[in-house]
């Protein structure tokens, strides 16, 4: 499976982004996914996640600002982030679940919050 996310951009405090993450291969629909992000200096954190059956689990810090969705007819796995702030920063990742860990990665995509 191969990830590849768009959507990055800078924005504003306050703003909003919506990150796309195209998936190819044929096991998409019933894969977990999540998006991690990573900050300079820092660990990549998990910012979201969405289960086959559509149940989503979000960080502390991005609960009611960010929503993840799947559009499994498009193979495409979304990030809406709302009122974004500072540190929110950082290169954004897609990965899908594979057998005990999130095994496939997209090359990221740089978020910049202003």
């Known amino acids: 499976v191969q990830l590849v996310e768009s959507g990055g951009g800078s924005v504003q405090a306050g703003g909003s982004l919506r990150l796309s993450c195209a998936a190819s291969?044929?096991?998409?629909?019933?894969?977990?996914m999540a998006w991690f992000r990573q900050a300079p200096g820092k660990e990549r954190e998990r910012v979201a996640r969405i289960d086959s059956d559509g149940t989503t689990l979000y960080a502390d810090s991005v609960k009611g600002r960010f929503t993840i969705s799947r559009d499994n007819a498009k193979n495409t796995l979304y990030l809406q982030m709302n009122s974004l702030k500072t540190e929110d920063t950082g290169v954004y990742y897609c990965?899908?679940?594979?057998?005990?860990?999130?095994?496939?990665w997209g090359q990221g995509t740089q978020v910049t919050v202003s």
């Open positions: 990965a899908r679940w594979v057998g005990s860990s999130f095994e496939d």
């Open positions: 291969g044929n096991t998409y629909t019933s894969s977990c």
